[in-house]
């Protein structure tokens, strides 16, 4: 009997949405046969039950869900490690100067079972990896959120990169950015030694990026997908990590774990995660249905004092608000020296008019303020 003729005959009666029903099964089916012929590979800390996808053409499986160090706690650092993750980026300036000290105690006695991407905001590299107690960082990932910066700086990065990787202290390069990801992914994709990078990814970026993911997997680069909650509730954020790894560009959700529960619940909602068409357009409905900052930038390019309207924002609504985390906005909010870039604002509104979401800017800049008052950036 003829597979092929039954196959056709099978379409046919299906008929148009039969036939996207069909597509989404095999699919699925050749996502088993990848998930097993990626277990037979080396990957780091493999556990059966935890998924695994190619960090684009390093060959660098990492864990579906990935740990961050903005906020956390050792104890669910050290279950992530348990359960089979085997990413974590790190900085030396979260949580105070305290994560890299976390995730050396998380990861002692058992470096060879991680990936460590490090934050390109260290004093020195070499300090950074005494601290963690490894040789070599397997990625490293320069901040950059203006692109006019980013063009200008992309040389002096290229030579900084190459020049650890020389050394043996580092193997690959990634580039970060939580404003005008669209543009900064372009530039990216110009240049010639990024492996990866790591937007800003909440439900807005699954629709907007779409073409740059195209862009990204032609060029064997893959994305690390951060601040993918935004402003959604706590109860809607497992359906938007399902969503952010609809596109096999995505290696994986990276966030900050302060309790087990957490853990559970995201990992859970990682490994559930499937490609295809049908997800991206689930996606794509979560994306239409938002309506909180999209981390865009616009309202701090419209400003013509060069306020850094964003980051109060975000500092306000994602970190206080929306990731219930007082401290982390204080810290940042602190870090940036936000509160003496305010004191030159003139309430002029042409960051609340360039908003595309409609967002009150001001309203929230002014809530920022009320907050130092109150002590809560102290």
């Not at 992530?80 to 300036?93: E, K, L, M, W, Y």
């Not at 595309?356 to 303020?369: F, T, Y």
Request: glycine residues 10%.
């Amino acid at each position: 009997m003829s597979t092929n003729y039954d196959r056709r005959s099978f379409v046919k009666k299906l008929g148009a949405s039969g036939l996207g029903i069909a597509l989404f099964a095999r699919e699925i089916m050749g996502q088993a046969a990848d998930s097993a012929a990626a277990s037979a590979k080396k990957i780091r800390n493999y556990k059966p039950g935890m998924k695994y996808r190619l960090v684009g053409s390093t060959g660098i499986y990492i864990s579906a869900f990935s740990i961050g160090t903005t906020r956390g706690e050792l104890e669910a650092i050290s279950a992530g490690v348990d359960s089979g993750v085997n990413f974590i980026h790190t900085s030396a300036n979260y949580i105070g100067g305290r994560a890299i000290d976390m995730v050396a105690k998380a990861i002692k006695g058992r470096t060879d079972k991680v990936y460590i991407a490090l934050k390109g905001d260290f004093a020195t590299l070499e300090e950074t990896l005494k601290a963690l107690g490894i040789p070599c960082a397997d990625f490293v990932f320069f901040p950059q959120h203006d692109p006019d910066a980013l063009r200008k700086n992309l040389s002096d990065i290229r030579t900084r990169f190459m020049t650890w990787r020389d050394k043996g202290l580092v193997k690959f390069a990634g580039l970060t950015s939580h404003k005008a990801m669209a543009e900064c992914i372009d530039i990216a994709l110009g240049a010639d030694f990024f492996s990866c990078v790591m937007p800003a990814y909440g439900p807005a970026q699954v629709k907007e990026l779409a073409d740059r993911r195209s862009a990204l997997a032609k060029k064997g680069m893959s994305i690390i997908a951060m601040k993918t909650k935004g402003e959604l509730s706590d109860a809607d954020y497992p359906a938007q990590i399902t969503a952010a790894l609809a596109s096999g560009t995505v290696a994986s959700v990276l966030r900050g774990v302060k309790t087990l529960e957490e853990l559970k619940a995201w990992t859970a909602a990682a490994n559930s995660a499937q490609t295809g068409w049908l997800r991206t357009r689930n996606g794509t409905q979560l994306a239409q249905d938002y309506h909180g900052c999209t981390m865009c930038g616009r309202c701090e390019r419209a400003c013509p004092k060069g306020i850094p309207t964003a980051d109060v924002v975000r500092c306000v609504r994602y970190y206080h608000q929306a990731e219930h985390d007082p401290a982390l906005a204080a810290g940042q909010f602190a870090e940036m020296g936000l509160a003496l870039a305010l004191t030159n604002c003139d309430n002029c509104g042409l960051c609340e008019a360039s908003c595309p979401q409609k967002i009150g800017v001001r309203a929230e800049l002014r809530r920022s303020r009320e907050f130092g008052t109150a002590g809560l950036w102290s």
